[in-house]
Nanobody, 123 residues
């Protein structure tokens, strides 16, 4: 059984930074990919960034240049460094994992999900 646990959300003023973390527990193959997604009230869940076991990444256009995804394979941990936050970044942020290649930045491509961590940016 695979479990995904996020942490690091909180409240910050516009222009500030936050770092999210996500730990994955359980049986893991040698190759698995992880991603960050977010969902604001009344909106669909959207992909933010993902990364595969080799460190190859992709980002949503809305966060390019501001957010950085990284992972520590030895710790089975995923990170999301978020800089220059704006009100539009406010959402519940979810960590997700899938076995194998990175996949698309689409929720349907990911099988294992955490419960989410709230990010609130005040203007």
């Amino acid at each position: 059984q695979v479990q995904v646990v996020e942490s690091g959300g909180g409240s910050v003023q516009a222009g500030g930074s936050l770092r999210l973390s996500c730990v994955i527990f359980g049986y893991l193959p040698s190759s698995y990919s992880m991603g960050w997604f977010r969902q604001a009230p009344g909106k669909e869940r959207e992909g933010v960034a993902n990364i595969d076991s080799a460190g190859s990444t992709s980002y949503a256009d809305s966060v390019k240049g501001r957010f950085t995804i990284s992972r520590d394979n030895a710790k089975n941990t995923l990170y999301l460094q978020m800089n220059s936050l704006s009100f539009e970044d406010s959402a519940m942020y979810y960590c997700a994992a899938r076995f194998g290649v990175r996949g698309r930045l689409l929720p349907d491509d990911y099988r294992y999900w955490g419960q989410g961590t709230q990010v609130t940016v005040s203007s």
